[in-house]
């Protein structure tokens, strides 16, 4: 028995019929039904994280080193990468960045995860102006 997922496409969602998956499980160990409040890794898309997101981390082991993202970015730097992908992807329908063949839109979840990183450990970094 597998448990039972259907879409509605009045409000484009996805849902699963609980009672069928339930059952699937019944018996099993508490460990197996309950999170524990550990975060469910399982939800990444590890498929597109795979396509798009390690290309991008790939390209920068080759012109920098290995995770030298985590010595943190200016926020604006960022922000103007972030502006420049987006605008070749969107206004010019370029998929692969012509410079070194990285998904435009991967180019991009880099930037913002590097942003995350940057307010999370280094966050003099963050040169975003002051709002008045």
Not at 25 to 41: L, R, S, T, Y
Not at 68 to 83: E, T
Request: glycine share 4%; proline share 4%; net charge neutral.
């Amino acid at each position: 028995m597998s448990c039972d997922y259907r879409f509605e496409p009045e409000t484009e969602n996805f849902f699963m019929h609980k009672s069928k998956c339930e059952a699937r499980f019944a018996g099993m160990a508490p460990k197996n039904n309950q999170i524990e409040g550990k975060p469910d890794m399982s939800l990444l898309p590890m498929d597109l994280l795979e396509k798009y997101l390690v290309p991008v981390y790939e390209v920068g082991v080759k012109k920098y080193f290995r995770e030298s993202w985590r010595a943190g970015f200016k926020s604006s730097v960022m922000i103007a990468a972030i502006l420049r992908h987006l605008t070749r992807w969107y206004w010019h329908n370029e998929e692969l960045d012509a410079q070194d063949h990285q998904h435009h839109l991967g180019a991009i979840i880099f930037c913002c995860l590097s942003l995350l990183n940057t307010l999370e450990t280094k966050s003099h970094l963050d040169d975003r102006r002051a709002v008045k």
